[in-house]
């Protein structure tokens, strides 16, 4: 099936580099939020980044300028309804994406390719709350999107072979690699990624590090590009306790505990860098580490 029009429901740190890559591959867009300032932002962060790949000379400015100009926004979510696939990248909670696609599903057509951007929820119970199970898929983009470039493709139980040929095809026209995982807790990246993480919360929880020790023997001792608390902060600690959680539930062992104090962290509202507060604060001119 020949994919022209993407729908990008969710305009957060994803959605946005989402709806980014789309563009710029020459896809039109039509990016949804139940927030107009969350909408207004994206297509802030969309140019801005699209600055920055202008001066490291990656795309030129008539290309970029293009790209802006296939990206539309809307509130109402029945506008996706003419589109050809959907990407849903909302907040990680499952009951926020079975409410989307229920109210969604009556306006798209038939043939239309259903995804989920989620980093950790089951795609074959996602799917079952569709009527489309053969047409949905986990298609799971990395943070930053226009910089990383793997793309995470994954089968639910019913997830047909033109779905999954589609999207190969998909990815590749976007420049990037998919890597295929199969319909487990958090599928491969995150598995590996998000017990690091927690593990390094509970190694400040534990005293044995500070923040900044944390990080600095990591990106100096492991060669990570930034430190476990940063990259934390980067995600989005909602997002990371989610992901504990879902892991947690799903494989009922005590190894995937979240730490109590990414729980606090959390529940105080601190998510890291998109509430300019979490590991660091971010609130003045360099990040300060909060313990
Ligand atoms: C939670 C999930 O479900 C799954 C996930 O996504 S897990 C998170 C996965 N992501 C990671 O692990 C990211 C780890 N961090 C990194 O790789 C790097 O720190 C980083 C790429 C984010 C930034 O790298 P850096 O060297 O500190 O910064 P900087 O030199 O400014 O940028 C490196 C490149 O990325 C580009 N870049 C950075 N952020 C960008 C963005 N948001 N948009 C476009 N380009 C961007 C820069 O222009 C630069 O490009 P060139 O190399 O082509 O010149
Ligand atoms: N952060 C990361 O590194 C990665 C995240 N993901 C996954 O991508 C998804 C999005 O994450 P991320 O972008 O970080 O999250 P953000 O919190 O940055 O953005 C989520 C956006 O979805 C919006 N939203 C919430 N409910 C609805 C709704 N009913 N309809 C439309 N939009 C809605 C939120 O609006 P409001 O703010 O008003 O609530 C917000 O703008 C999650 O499933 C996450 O697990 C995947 C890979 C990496």
């Given at each position: 099936?020949?994919?022209?029009?993407?729908?990008?429901?969710?305009?957060?740190?994803?959605?946005?580099g989402i709806?980014?890559v789309?563009?710029?591959?020459?896809?039109?867009?039509?990016?949804?939020?139940?927030?107009?300032?969350?909408?207004?932002?994206?297509?802030?962060?969309?140019?801005?980044?699209?600055?920055?790949?202008?001066?490291?000379?990656?795309?030129?400015?008539?290309?970029?300028?293009?790209?802006?100009?296939?990206?539309?926004?809307?509130?109402?979510?029945?506008?996706?309804?003419?589109?050809?696939?959907?990407?849903?990248?909302?907040?990680?909670?499952?009951?926020?994406?079975?409410?989307?696609?229920?109210?969604?599903?009556?306006?798209?057509?038939?043939?239309?390719?259903?995804?989920?951007?989620?980093?950790?929820?089951?795609?074959?119970?996602?799917?079952?709350?569709?009527?489309?199970?053969?047409?949905?898929?986990?298609?799971?983009f990395?943070?930053?999107v226009p910089?990383?470039?793997?793309?995470?493709?994954?089968?639910?139980?019913?997830?047909?072979?033109?779905?999954?040929?589609?999207?190969?095809?998909?990815?590749?026209?976007?420049?990037?690699?998919?890597?295929?995982?199969?319909?487990?807790?958090?599928?491969?990246?995150?598995?590996?990624?998000?017990?690091?993480?927690?593990?390094?919360?509970?190694?400040?929880?534990?005293?044995?590090?500070?923040?900044?020790?944390?990080?600095?023997?990591?990106?100096?001792?492991?060669?990570?590009?930034?430190?476990?608390?940063?990259?934390?902060?980067?995600?989005?600690?909602?997002?990371?306790?989610?992901?504990?959680?879902?892991?947690?539930?799903?494989?009922?062992?005590?190894?995937?505990?979240?730490?109590?104090?990414?729980?606090?962290?959390?529940?105080?509202?601190?998510?890291?860098?998109?509430?300019?507060?979490?590991?660091?604060?971010?609130?003045?001119?360099?990040?300060?580490?909060?313990?």
């Amino acid at each position: 099936m020949e994919i022209t029009k993407v729908g990008v429901v969710g305009a957060g740190q994803m959605g946005n580099g989402i709806a980014h890559v789309f563009a710029l591959a020459g896809y039109d867009v039509l990016l949804n939020d139940i927030s107009q300032d969350a909408l207004e932002r994206a297509l802030d962060t969309v140019r801005r980044n699209l600055e920055r790949q202008i001066a490291r000379e990656k795309i030129s400015e008539a290309e970029a300028q293009a790209a802006v100009g296939r990206i539309r926004t809307t509130l109402k979510l029945e506008d996706l309804g003419g589109t050809d696939l959907v990407i849903e990248a909302a907040t990680e909670r499952e009951d926020v994406k079975n409410a989307i696609f229920e109210r969604l599903l009556p306006h798209l057509k038939p043939e239309t390719i259903l995804t989920s951007n989620t980093s950790s929820i089951s795609i074959t119970r996602l799917a079952s709350r569709t009527d489309r199970p053969e047409k949905f898929m986990g298609f799971h983009f990395m943070n930053p999107v226009p910089v990383m470039k793997l793309v995470e493709l994954i089968r639910g139980i019913a997830t047909d072979e033109p779905t999954f040929k589609t999207l190969l095809g998909v990815v590749e026209s976007l420049g990037k690699t998919a890597a295929s995982a199969e319909d487990f807790p958090a599928f491969i990246v995150n598995r590996i990624l998000m017990p690091m993480i927690n593990e390094a919360v509970y190694t400040l929880y534990e005293g044995v590090g500070s923040v900044k020790s944390i990080d600095e023997s990591m990106k100096l001792g492991a060669n990570h590009p930034m430190g476990p608390l940063e990259l934390a902060d980067f995600i989005g600690l909602d997002t990371c306790l989610a992901i504990m959680n879902v892991l947690h539930d799903g494989l009922a062992d005590t190894k995937y505990r979240p730490c109590p104090l990414l729980t606090k962290y959390v529940e105080a509202g601190w998510l890291g860098r998109k509430t300019q507060r979490g590991f660091y604060d971010y609130r003045g001119e360099t990040p300060v580490p909060t313990r």
